[in-house]
């Protein structure tokens, strides 16, 4: 997710992006207990800032998370309030796959209210916790917290239409993963971003038995990203499904070198299940 990048490289959200059309139909804001005091009344405090978790955040950069942890770690025992170390700390415990560790901090952050600079996306970070520990409703109201209050931002929208298509909610999905796209769209930078919702919603099409607007959605998703190989191996099928066999045998093709490229195993079968 570029936004995560964006952080931990020190460029903001990496979204410089403004809608340009009115965004999806307002959703009711979550009950006050969930939002876990995302703005409490009275003026927070500062969050105690220190030299060492930006050095932390180059080492998350570099991949080297243990290591980051470790310094972070080292910043909360001295300075327990900084919230923005508790911050950079569950962004690294969840690059780790460790979205439990990651939850509380998240939750610790969310009740305090003080104040740092990534402080507003702390609900997108949050909310891919919680969808990666299976708490998809509960994620879901974090991602439209950020999704609404950052409007320049693509990838809590495309979230929520992830959680859509999984709960087949079609409108929604439709709805989130068009603005996901126009949101990010006419940035070089959010190729990856753009052709991974293009795929979601080729799933979306597919499931609606709209195979050739699918197959279009798919093709235009390798064409910006040409290593998705899952979106190979369900052009692949759709092409064979509309009976073009020639295209479906040439994705395929493509779909086991996207594999080789990124180091996976190359099956000897065809493409897997349908979407």
């Keep these: 997710m570029l936004i995560a990048a964006g952080l931990t490289l020190g460029l903001g959200s990496g979204c410089d992006r403004e809608p340009s059309n009115a965004t999806p139909t307002p959703h009711a804001a979550p009950p006050a207990s969930r939002q876990l005091a995302q703005t409490p009344a009275a003026l927070p405090d500062p969050s105690p800032d220190d030299f060492r978790i930006d050095a932390a955040r180059r080492l998350m950069a570099d991949g080297r998370l243990d290591l980051a942890e470790t310094a972070l770690r ?7 309030a900084s919230d923005r ?22 939750e610790e952050i969310a009740r305090s209210g003080r104040t ?8 997108h970070f949050h909310g891919w916790a919680l969808f990666y520990l299976g708490e998809h409703d509960l994620a879901r109201e974090q991602f439209l917290l950020h999704a609404e209050s950052v409007p ?26 068009l603005e996901a796209i126009r949101r990010q769209e006419g940035s070089p930078a ?44 369900k052009l692949a099928r759709g092409q064979a499904r509309l009976g073009r066999e020639t295209e479906s045998a040439y994705a395929t093709t493509q779909w086991r070198n996207a594999l080789a490229r990124l180091g996976r195993e190359v099956p000897p079968d065809s493409p897997g299940a349908s979407p």
């Design 152 to 177: 320049e931002e693509g990838d809590s929208a495309f979230a929520l239409g992830v959680i859509a298509l999984e709960k087949d909610d079609q409108v929604e999905a439709e709805r989130w993963l």
């Design 74 to 80: 080292t910043v909360l025992a001295e300075k327990p």
């Design 85 to 106: 170390a508790r911050f950079f700390l569950a962004v690294s415990v969840a690059k780790q796959k460790r979205y439990g560790e990651a939850r509380p901090l998240y």
């Design 190 to 233: 959010l190729v990856r971003e753009i052709a991974k919702a293009e795929a979601r919603l080729g799933d979306l099409r597919y499931r609606q038995d709209r195979v050739e607007e699918a197959v279009v959605l798919w093709q235009r998703c390798v064409d910006r990203w040409p290593d998705h190989h899952e979106a190979w191996s």
């Design 116 to 123: 740092f600079p990534e402080r507003r996306h702390v609900p």
